[in-house]
């Protein structure tokens, strides 16, 4: 009886769902992207952009849209030699496009924001580049 209760009060709020917010997530596929001058890694929980001066921590692994277009909050830090290292807020968007990711970085740092695009980083390619001192 009391399970028929619980069922009859809950299912108006059931009956309202949006089938859409059922529907499971896509995920950027995991591997290395890369291109000269950049390498994505992309694992399960997270992903990682290097670059020749910096690197772009995001703590979240990027999902993507139909279109195949993300955006996630993530962290850039300058291998430039200040002390300390300044890791700065970042929101790293793109696009995947078969085997190819394009990234725009906007880093929020000083009271301004500073914008990169790397792409295309292709799929199972290393990035190739010197690192910054």
């Known amino acids: 009886m009391k399970t028929l209760l ?11 769902a949006d089938p859409t ?13 890369g291109a000269t001058g950049a390498s994505l ?24 849209d139909d279109r195949g277009l993300f955006s996630v909050e993530g962290f850039y830090t300058s291998r430039l030699q200040m002390r300390p290292r ?5 929101t790293f968007s793109g696009r995947l496009s078969g085997q ?3 990234i725009h970085v906007a880093v929020h740092a000083r009271g301004f924001i500073q914008n990169y695009n790397y792409g295309p ?3 199972g390619r290393q990035g190739n580049f010197m690192r910054c001192l």
Do not use: M
């Open 121 to 123: 980083l292709d799929f």
């Open 86 to 90: 300044a890791e700065y807020p970042a």
């Open 100 to 102: 190819s990711v394009w």
């Open 6 to 16: 619980l069922a009859i009060a809950f299912f108006p709020l059931i009956a309202l």
């Open 41 to 64: 890694t992309v694992n399960a929980h997270s992903a990682q952009l290097d670059l020749p001066c910096a690197i772009g921590r995001i703590p979240n692994r990027p999902s993507i």
């Open 21 to 33: 917010d059922l529907t499971p997530a896509r995920w950027l596929p995991e591997g290395t992207y």
